[in-house]
């Protein structure tokens, strides 16, 4: 399965159970982490972690949302398969342990419901 074909089957998953959505939309989205310790706001929204790799200056990445809570270095993410396109709802405490940090990017698919 290509990237693409399991991104939409994460969110046809994720949609499947929600009575008002009829189709969805997956729009690519990047930020900017800028400080060891950062939140976004989600406003309800779901997003797909999309990042190809995390950054060699990190030690450890933690990141946890209304549903989801995940960890991972940079070794260990780059050995993850399927595991490693996870799901955030409503909002994303960014945690980083680096020793030194320098500001790092992620990448992410937010998908777009389109209720009937």
Known sequence: MNTS???HTIAKDRIA???????YQLKPTVIRVTSPD???DL???MWILNT?????????LDMISSDNVFTST?????LMDEYRY???TDYIDIKTQAENFKPYRLEFVKI???RN
């Open 5 to 7: 074909e399991l991104l």
């Open 17 to 23: 159970g929600l009575r008002t959505i009829d189709s």
């Open 38 to 40: 950062m939140s976004l």
């Open 43 to 45: 406003k309800n929204d």
């Open 52 to 60: 190809k790799g995390l950054s060699n200056s990190i030690d450890e």
């Open 74 to 78: 940079p070794e260990e993410y780059d």
């Open 86 to 88: 996870q799901v955030f």
């Open 112 to 114: 777009i419901p389109h």
